[in-house]
Each structure stands twice: as structure tokens, then as C-alpha cells.
């Protein structure tokens, strides 16, 4: 049902100019003749990342050892590990690719091409260079990087034998800046604002890294090469038969983990002395909880996203239950139970997250007002001042977290951005440095009041159901998921010539229910997916 | 787990990682042949007879700024009294340089808060890019360091021989690769990562160590065909692709430029005193409590590669800007960048942060130490190197960058006049970048952005 609403709802929506207008009276352009009007930011070539360099050799070579593990993490940037223009690729890395080139290649399985005569190997050569070449550079070779490749292959056939030069051709290719960026030559001439088309593999290439983190697989190779791809229908066919693939599920984890910090949980140290029964295994299984949750209204249900931080739905299990202090299931499976509407609401209060957005030995209303700005409503804050004649509070044990804070609204030089922050996350207050509900704080009843300004959904709420009443019907909120999955889908921040994609995104997102999965197929018929700009 | 406790290795034997990665070939001194009857594999570096060791640079990196009223000794430039957190490096009174009085005055321009300020602009002396990439913990949005950091600029000059042309060593430098957690850059937006893995860097920096040289130069020539076929591939690429993307793919060519350079040097003339660092029964190196041992590990091989000759120019980063370690060991259970936003008037803190600073100067010590041990043509290791110990903040809680803490070691073989307190009003730490580049043989006076430059630091020499 979703689906088939995105689907006329898209095509129509460059036409759709308000009540009067029929939807899909127009014919929505193709792709080429979209060109003319289309407008995308300038981008750079996409390198592929740890996680996409490991799916795309499991998928290219059946090699499932983890390489990329030696790699130097990904250049974290906006949140996310694939932002182009954040990454570099310095001599270490350059030399990880060469050092694991070598592994790979001493292992792959070349049985089909090793089992050549003599006097047929150089067919022999020739085919391997054109499949696997094809597929490492996820489109066929020209004929003058066939013969480069042949040459390295001859070359190691002499100094060696037949083998090892294969084995150094295969080496030669997973080296190659066309198997490590994905590159985009385009076709055809550019618009006179310099936009051009994409090739079919290029949009191939562009649909298995936005669902499946890795190369297009043979179904899509196919499509490519039969002109599936050159129209906006044969494209979302191709996604909804992806979307459907349980490699598109790790895709939105590895996207909503970044988005939420859910990758910090397991590394989080606390004072035990102050909250005991906090371990690493908690801090797992707490993650476990926000993500069981998270995909089950994704992916179960398709729901609006915003659910997540209003539902009263959770999935535990017993070591949770003891953990949290709060009645629930029995046993090590995850169970979905109900949460107590006046305790806790949506993911915002769930462990996970406040127990990451907190210090070592407290909560902190500071992180976790910053988190819902930052993360949820994509608001940059500015930097605290430069200057040196502050005089930083110091902490009275004896005054509850409100108090303690309150230097930060007295003082002028604070208030600016901690008015901005703090009351948001004084919300929080009846949940502790790990996500344990209390009543008291040294005593004192809590004071979970607190405010949202700056957005949509401005005014006072208490506490965790108060915020996420007003989250969920947030559209700041529903745009800064669109942001949020522009810049991990498209591995970049949004430029000024991405107003139309982000527009087009926006609108589709909230006529199709604001659900992740209608998104992310919205995703490929953008400006910013059918095209690019050809820079200077 | 790659890296196999010393004298177990056999010599058929490879290094294999966590999935039959086999990286390099055993010691020979393993197999009871000492280092001096080994023949040697590569080709001599050049060195003018009678020119003695060579000159090495050595940055090491802590966070959070310090607590200036106990780092600040006490006195007069020659006769002056070790603070309380500088006490640990008393025994060297003689090989240093305290530095008082640098602010990082580059960062009154270009976009990012302070702790990316701090760390980018500490070795680079510039403003950070524009850019989209970082909007932070409360930060503008700031791109990566806007030019070539110090250690860097050096390598370029001093670098081209040996087999590695610096080294960056990391210990539980945060996960999250970002402005706060990159100090060294080999030019604007190009990040250099510390490598916080001490196994994967024994097995990266040692194992070609006495290798059997036939099997060596195999590699060698595999290598190279490879390299030159990539190569070929990039070029082509550049000439047909838009001047952002030529830009991008140029700095990953010139990196793949830089292994075959680094190829054709192999080792050169390995140091009398080399041999492979032994780091013991392997520990899981990213686990909180274990940062005092992996600080110790990157110092070793630190050492032993400089002794080895295999950099001139390496840096440890110990933790990153914001650095939460609990420091569990000195009793504490709250994190560093924690205690450093407590007020002034908290003297609980303020010994705590005093704290946390002697002990990163009991590790300073030990480091010293080890490059004292190493004999060279009559001076020590330490003699010949300039050791910068240096922070991305003066002062944590207001973040103010002025007064920034720096001690320097060694002399870089006779060219600083050490022992000595140095306190300078307030000058440009620019001009203590190029006071280090001059050492090195770089006559520019200027280093990072022009207009904070006044010339090398005076005194120093």
C-alpha cells in the first residue's frame, strides 16, 4: 500500500502545485528530460568505507575475514562514517590497501581460471580480467585497462608463473581507484547548469551502496545492462526488491546507530560504585533494546519514525528487567512489554540513551538537551565563548542538578546557549546517569519540568511523555530525519543546490506517513540521486 | 592476535592476524643470530662522514590543558624549581627547554569551537578549513586543519630516506575519527591517523627486520608492478574528472607515491643499538584500564624506530581534545575533561587535574629515559632528537588556549641550548613551529599562518 502511494505520488510531485492540481495529469519527465531543470550540489567521488570495503569483497571474492578491520576508522563527519569530503586517504591507509590487497589475492579462489593449458591462458587471462574486472569495477573494462591489467599479469607469469601473475592482476584491481571510489563519469552532455545523466551501472552502483552497503549484485548488473535503469519506474522496482533484502536491514541499523550515537553504548565506563550492575553486558543489551525497538517500527510496522520516541512499546528481556528495576520479562529472549507512560515514552528513555548522554557519575541534562537539539531537530549550536574571564560553577552536592545548573541562565555570557539546551534536558531529571527511574535526588522530589523554544513545538512539558508528545508531532523533527538520511544516503551535507531534492524529500516523507522505508525508496528518484553536477 | 611474543617465532613462521592476514617475516635474531652478525638488507642512506646521528623530531600529545599555578616552576631561567607537576622530569633539569608564555593566537581566526581549534590548530598554527564536515560537541561548523602540521612539514624535509617517512602512535585515541582526535596533517583536509594499535604497529614498523633479503626484494619487484599499474590507472583518471575530484584523487596518488618511494628505500643503516621491542604478554589494548601499559608500548616502539632509523619523525598522541579517560589508577572515578570544567575555587579538582598532569609527566619521564639509554656515536638518543611535549588547551575550563604548557627534551643534536626555564609574554606559538623547523635545516621564519608569526622563539639556541 505504501509503496504504490509513493510511487504516483513521486512522479507527481514536480507538477502537484496545490488543492487544485491533478495529480498525475501531467507525465512526470524521464529522466532525460528532466535533466534540464534538474539541480544537485557538486560532490565528490564516494571511496568506499570499512563496512562497504568488507561487504563489497564478501560479495566480490566470497571473503568473509573481515580485512578492513587494519584499515584506520573512517573520517567521522555530520555524524556518520561516509561523508566524501571528510575522507583522506593518508599513507597508512594506502598501505593497508596494498598489505590486504595481498591477502585477499593469495586467498581468493581462482580454481576457474587456474585449470587453463598452456597455450589456452592467455584466454584464460583475458576472461579473468573481463569478469572480474567487470564486477570489481562494477562495469565491463575498456579495452586499454584490459591490456594494462594483462600486461601485470604477463609480467608476473614470466617473473614467476601463471598463477601468480593472475593472483598480482587481482591485486592490481583491488587497488585501483575505480574499486575503491566509486567513480562517476556520467553520460551524455551536461544541462546548461552543468548537471548530467548517469550512467545505468553508476545508478546500479548507487542503489546497492544506498540499501545494501556493497556492490550491485548479478540482479542488478542485469537490469543495468537491459535498460532497467534508465527510467525512474525501473529504478524504484529495483529498490523495492532490495528494501525487501535482509542486507537493507544492517543498512538502516548502521545509519540510525550513527544518527542516534547507539555506536558509543558499548563503550560507555561508569562509576559502579554510584550505579552498580552497570557492565559492559548491560550496556549490549540496553542497545539491544533501543535497536529491537526501533527496527520493529521500521521494518514490522512502517511506521512514522517519530514513534520511536513516543511509544510506550520496548522489547527486554529478565537481565534488563533486574537491571532497570522495573517489572518485565523472565528469561534471556527479548520480549516486547509496555512501558510505564508515567515514567518513560519513546527511545529518549530508554537506558541506551540516557546512559550515553550522561557522565561517568551523574546524569547530565546538558548532553542530552544538546542531543534532542542536535540530533533531532539538526539545530548547530554555537560554540561556547573564546574568552578566558570565565568562572566556571562549582558543584554543591546538596543542591539537586536544576540548581546546580543555574549559574548557566544567570550568567549572560552561558544563558544564550545553555537557555537553549538545559531545559530541555532538566525534561530527564527523573532518570539517572545509566537510565534508572527516581523520585529523589538527594532527597529532593525531582523536577522534571522542562521547555522546547526554537522549533515548532515550542512551549513547557514534564518529563519523558511530555517531550515526546511533542516530538512526535514535530515537522522540525520529521525534516531533520530527511536531513539526517540525506547526508548517510548521499555521503555528504546538503548544499544549496539541493533545495529541490530536500523539498521534493520533505513533502513525500509526510504524504507517505513519515516512514523509513517509504524514505529511503523516496531517496532514488531525487535530483540528488538521478544526477550530478559535473564540477570545474 | 597478530604480534607473537619474541623467541617463539620460527623462521618459516609468518605473523597472522585475526584472518590469515600474513604480514612480513620473522627476526633472524630470533633464531639466535644478534643483530650485528645479520646481514643487512637496503641501501646505505646518504651521510656525510663525520656528520654524526642523525636529528630526529619526537611530538607527544596530552589533553584538557593543565593547572598553570602547579606547572609553572618557580625561579629564574637557569636556577629554577620544578613544580609539582614537573617534578617526575627533574633528573633531566639539563636536556630541557620549559616554555612558558606561547598562546595559540591563530585561532582568534576560522571557524570551530574551541577543543577543534585547539587541536587543529596546535601543530598546523592555522585556521581550520570552512566546511560542512564538523559541527560539534557546541561547535561551529569547521572543516578539517587547514594546512600541513609541523611534524610534517619536517618529515617532508628530513623523511625521504628512511624507511618510513614519520610515525604516528596513538594510545586510546578515540574511535570517532574527527577534528578532535587528528593532530598531524600532511596538508590542508588531509588527516594523518594515529595507529593506536601497538601490535599492528610492532608487525607494520619491525617485521621486515633482518628479513631474508632474496625474499625482500621479491616483494619488492611485485610490488612495484603493482603500484606502477595503480599509478597509471590514477593518472589517467585525473585528466578526465572536475578539479575537486582531481584534488582528492591526488592526495590518495601521492600517498601510493609515497609507499614505492618508501620501497625503494628498505631499511638503510639500522642503528648499533636496535633490536625488536618485546611488548609482552598481549594485553586488549583498548580497555580503559590498561592506558598506562599502552602508553608505555607506543613509547617503546617509538624509541626503538627512531634508534632503528627507521623514521626521524614520529608522534604519540596520548588520548585526543575532550580526552574522558578515567584515570582509575590515581584513584579517581570521574573522567579528565569532566574535572577540567570544575571551577577554580574546587581544590578537590585542581589537585585532581595536578594530578593526572604528574603522571602524564612520570610517563614523559619514562620516555626520556629510554631515549637516554640509547648510545649514539658518544651523545644519546635523546641528545639528538627534539622531544615536544605539548597540549591542545592552557587551561581546561574556560578552554583558553594562552599559556599553552610545553616542555621540550633534547637538544636535536646540540642546536638548543638546554636547561633552561624560557617564559615568553605571550608570543605566537607559531614561532615555537618555526624555531623546530629551523632546527631541522627549513631557514623559512614563518610556519602555519604568516601574520602570527614573529620570527623564531629567542633564546633558544
Redesign the interface.
Known amino acids: 500500500m505504501h509503496i504504490a502511494l509513493t510511487f504516483s505520488l513521486l512522479l507527481g510531485l514536480n507538477y502537484a502545485c496545490g488543492a487544485d492540481a491533478d495529480i498525475g495529469e501531467e507525465e512526470t519527465p524521464t529522466i532525460e528530460e528532466g535533466l534540464a531543470d534538474a539541480n544537485v550540489a557538486?560532490a565528490?567521488?564516494r571511496r568506499l568505507t570499512r563496512m562497504e570495503y568488507n561487504n563489497t569483497i564478501r560479495d566480490l571474492l566470497g571473503d568473509t575475514?573481515?580485512?578492513s578491520?587494519?584499515f584506520?576508522?573512517?573520517?567521522?563527519?555530520?555524524s556518520f562514517d561516509n561523508?566524501?569530503?571528510?575522507?583522506?586517504?593518508?599513507?597508512?591507509?594506502?598501505?593497508s590497501y596494498?598489505?590486504?590487497?595481498e591477502?585477499l589475492a593469495?586467498?581468493a579462489d581462482l580454481s576457474a581460471y587456474l585449470g587453463c593449458s598452456s597455450d589456452s591462458q592467455q584466454t584464460c587471462a583475458n576472461d579473468f580480467v573481463r569478469d572480474v574486472g567487470k564486477r570489481a569495477y562494477r562495469r565491463p573494462l575498456t579495452e586499454s585497462?584490459v591490456q594494462?591489467?594483462l600486461?601485470?599479469i604477463a609480467?608476473?607469469e614470466e617473473?614467476h608463473d601463471f598463477e601468480t601473475g593472475l593472483r598480482?592482476g587481482l591485486?592490481?584491481m583491488l587497488?585501483?581507484?575505480?574499486f575503491?571510489?566509486r567513480?562517476e563519469?556520467g553520460q551524455g552532455a551536461p544541462s546548461e547548469s552543468g548537471v548530467i545523466m548517469l550512467t545505468a551501472y553508476e545508478i546500479a552502483s548507487r542503489l546497492s551502496y544506498l540499501f545494501w552497503n556493497s556492490m550491485p549484485d548479478q540482479a542488478l548488473f542485469d537490469a543495468a545492462e537491459q535498460g532497467l535503469l534508465d527510467t525512474r519506474e525501473g529504478i524504484l522496482a529495483q529498490a523495492e526488491r532490495m528494501i525487501a533484502d535482509p542486507r537493507a536491514k544492517e543498512m538502516m541499523a548502521h545509519f540510525y546507530r550513527q544518527w542516534l550515537h547507539l555506536d558509543e553504548v558499548d563503550?560507555l565506563?561508569k562509576?559502579t560504585?554510584?550505579f552498580p550492575g552497570f557492565n559492559s553486558n548491560i550496556a549490549r543489551l540496553l542497545r539491544k533494546e533501543t535497536e529491537t525497538l526501533i527496527d520493529f517500527v521500521i521494518w514490522e510496522q512502517d511506521h512514522d519514525i517519530r514513534e520511536i520516541f513516543h511509544t510506550s512499546r520496548t522489547f527486554r528481556n529478565g537481565a534488563l528487567r533486574d537491571f532497570y528495576l522495573e517489572a518485565g520479562p523472565e528469561g534471556d529472549e527479548f520480549l516486547p512489554m509496555g512501558l510505564d507512560p508515567n515514567q518513560r515514552a519513546g527511545i529518549l528513555s530508554h537506558g541506551s540513551i540516557l546512559a550515553t548522554q550522561a557522565?561517568?557519575?551523574q546524569g547530565s541534562p546538558i548532553h542530552r538537551g544538546?542531543f534532542v537539539r542536535?540530533q533531532l531537530f539538526c539545530h548547530?549550536?554555537?560554540?561556547?565563548p573564546?574568552?578566558?574571564?570565565?568562572?566556571?560553577?562549582?558543584?554543591d552536592p546538596n543542591l539537586s542538578t536544576r540548581e546546580r545548573f543555574s549559574k548557566h541562565r544567570e550568567d549572560p555570557a552561558c544563558a544564550g546557549?545553555h537557555q537553549i539546551m538545559d531545559p530541555i534536558g532538566f525534561g530527564f531529571e527523573n532518570f539517572d546517569g545509566v537510565g534508572r527511574y527516581r523520585d529523589t535526588e538527594n532527597g529532593l522530589p525531582i523536577d522534571a519540568s522542562g521547555e522546547l523554544t526554537v522549533t515548532d513545538v515550542d512551549g513547557p512539558f514534564v518529563g519523558a511523555l511530555g517531550l515526546a508528545e511533542k516530538l512526535l508531532v514535530s515537522e522540525d523533527v520529521q525534516n531533520c530525519v530527511v536531513a539526517q538520511a540525506f547526508r548517510f544516503g548521499y555521503g555528504r551535507?546538503e548544499g544549496e543546490d539541493d533545495q529541490q531534492t530536500l523539498e521534493d524529500l520533505r513533502i513525500e516523507f509526510a504524504a507517505i506517513g513519515g516512514g523509513l522505508r517509504g524514505l529511503f525508496l523516496a531517496m532514488t528518484q531525487t535530483d540528488a540521486f538521478l544526477y550530478r553536477r559535473?564540477?570545474? | 592476535m597478530k604480534y607473537v611474543k619474541k623467541k617463539t617465532l620460527d623462521r618459516r613462521s609468518f605473523l597472522r592476524g585475526a584472518g590469515g592476514v600474513a604480514v612480513g617475516l620473522p627476526f633472524l635474531n630470533l633464531m639466535g643470530c644478534s643483530n650485528s652478525s645479520a646481514p643487512r638488507t637496503g641501501s646505505k642512506k646518504q651521510r656525510v662522514e663525520g656528520e654524526g646521528p642523525p636529528k630526529r623530531l619526537l611530538i607527544v600529545f596530552s589533553p584538557n590543558g593543565t593547572i598553570r599555578d602547579n606547572w609553572l616552576p618557580s625561579g629564574g631561567e637557569t636556577d629554577f624549581e620544578f613544580s609539582e607537576i614537573l617534578t617526575p622530569l627533574a633528573s633531566f633539569r639539563e636536556k630541557l627547554l620549559i616554555i612558558d608564555g606561547l598562546d595559540m593566537k591563530s585561532t582568534m581566526v576560522g571557524p570551530g569551537d574551541a577543543h577543534q581549534k585547539g587541536m587543529g590548530h596546535m601543530l598546523t598554527g592555522r585556521a581550520l578549513q570552512e566546511g560542512d564536515l564538523f559541527t560539534g560537541g557546541g561547535g561551529e561548523l569547521a572543516g578539517w586543519g587547514g594546512g600541513i602540521s609541523i611534524d610534517q612539514r619536517i618529515a617532508q624535509h628530513i623523511g625521504a630516506g628512511t624507511k618510513f617517512r614519520s610515525l604516528e602512535f596513538g594510545a586510546q585515541v578515540s574511535s570517532n575519527a574527527n577534528i578532535w582526535s587528528r593532530m598531524s596533517y600532511s596538508g590542508p583536509g588531509q588527516p594523518l591517523p594515529p595507529s593506536n594499535n601497538p601490535y599492528d604497529n610492532f608487525n607494520r614498523i619491525f617485521s621486515d627486520l633482518d628479513a631474508d633479503p632474496f625474499a625482500l626484494a621479491e616483494i619488492k619487484a611485485k610490488r612495484g608492478t603493482v603500484l606502477d599499474h595503480v599509478n597509471g590507472e590514477f593518472e589517467r583518471l585525473q585528466s578526465k574528472v572536475g578539479a575537486e575530484d582531481r584534488e582528492h584523487l591526488e592526495r590518495h596518488a601521492s600517498s601510493i607515491r609515497d609507499l614505492e618511494t618508501r620501497l625503494q628505500n628498505g631499511l638503510g643503516e639500522l642503528g648499533a643499538q636496535c633490536e625488536s621491542p618485546d611488548l609482552g604478554t598481549p594485553i586488549d589494548y583498548q580497555q580503559q584500564t590498561n592506558y598506562p601499559e599502552v602508553v608505555r608500548m607506543q613509547m617503546d616502539l617509538a624509541v626503538m624506530a627512531l634508534t632503528c632509523d627507521l623514521t626521524r619523525v614520529a608522534s604519540i598522541q596520548l588520548s585526543n581534545a575532550v580526552g574522558g579517560h578515567v584515570h582509575s589508577w590515581l584513584g579517581h572515578s570521574r573522567g579528565h575533561h569532566d574535572f577540567s570544567h570544575d571551577g577554580d575555587s574546587n581544590s578537590a579538582t585542581r589537585q585532581s587535574i595536578t594530578d593526572i598532569n604528574t603522571w602524564y609527566a612520570q610517563q614523559f619521564a619514562y620516555l626520556l629515559g629510554k631515549m637516554d639509554s640509547i648510545s649514539e656515536d658518544g651523545s644519546t638518543l635523546l641528545d639528538n632528537t627534539v622531544v615536544v611535549w605539548i597540549n591542545e588547551l592552557g587551561k581546561g575550563n574556560n578552554h583558553s588556549r594562552n599559556n599553552v604548557p610545553i616542555v621540550m627534551a633534547g637538544s636535536a643534536g646540540g642546536y638548543f641550548r638546554t636547561g633552561r626555564l624560557m617564559k615568553f609574554g605571550n608570543k605566537p606559538h607559531n614561532d615555537l613551529m618555526v624555531s623546530l623547523q629551523n632546527a631541522f635545516g627549513i631557514t623559512d621564519d614563518v610556519f602555519g599562518e604568516p601574520i602570527f608569526c614573529t620570527g623564531p622563539l629567542a633564546g633558544l639556541t
Not at chain 1, 561523508?83 to 598501505?95: C, F, H, M, T, Y
Open positions: 557538486e565528490v567521488f575475514s573481515d580485512p578491520s587494519i584506520p576508522i573512517d573520517e567521522e563527519t555530520l561523508n566524501a569530503r571528510g575522507q583522506n586517504v593518508s599513507p597508512l591507509l594506502a598501505e596494498l598489505t590486504v590487497s591477502t593469495a586467498n585497462e594494462s591489467l600486461d601485470v609480467w608476473g617473473s598480482l591485486q592490481a587497488q585501483s581507484p575505480h575503491l571510489y567513480i563519469e563503550r565506563q562509576d560504585s554510584i557522565k561517568v557519575n544538546l542536535e548547530i549550536m554555537p560554540p561556547p573564546d574568552e578566558f574571564s570565565i568562572v566556571i560553577p562549582d558543584l546557549c551535507g559535473k564540477s570545474n
